[in-house]
């Protein structure tokens, strides 16, 4: 870790690389028990469902992302507001790749409406 090879003196460096250990552990925690979900998608528009636990909740595409090695997909539920997702586009096939990357240069292209 670079605390650790930092110029902080011995208490306060140690205490840095404890607190983000600390937070570390809990950010794996926390993400761990979240709720899994699949998000259909099946056009180019931003229209698309999210199935959580087995039932359907329509949603809205805000923006998709690919950023180096990450994709990242914001979603509106239109209840609980923006939820952001980011994961490696590796975990789909090649056809789904190739589909991510052409809906993400068509939705950059076609603006958001307002009640995104």
Do not use: K
Request: charge should be positive; glycine fraction near 6%; include cysteine.
């Amino acid at each position: 870790m670079a605390i650790g090879q930092s110029a902080l003196p011995d208490p306060i460096r140690y205490l840095a690389m404890a607190a983000v250990l600390a937070l570390a552990l809990w950010r794996t925690r926390r993400e761990s028990r979240r709720t899994p979900w699949v998000l259909h998608w099946p056009g180019l528009d931003r229209n698309a469902t999210r199935i959580v636990a087995g039932r359907e909740q329509p949603v809205v595409i805000v923006a998709v992302q690919l950023r180096g090695p990450l994709a990242g997909v914001s979603l509106n539920d239109g209840v609980s507001g923006i939820t952001h997702s980011l994961w490696w586009p590796d975990t789909l096939d090649a056809s789904s790749r190739r589909a991510l990357r052409l809906m993400a240069q068509h939705l950059a292209r076609v603006p958001a409406s307002p009640d995104c």
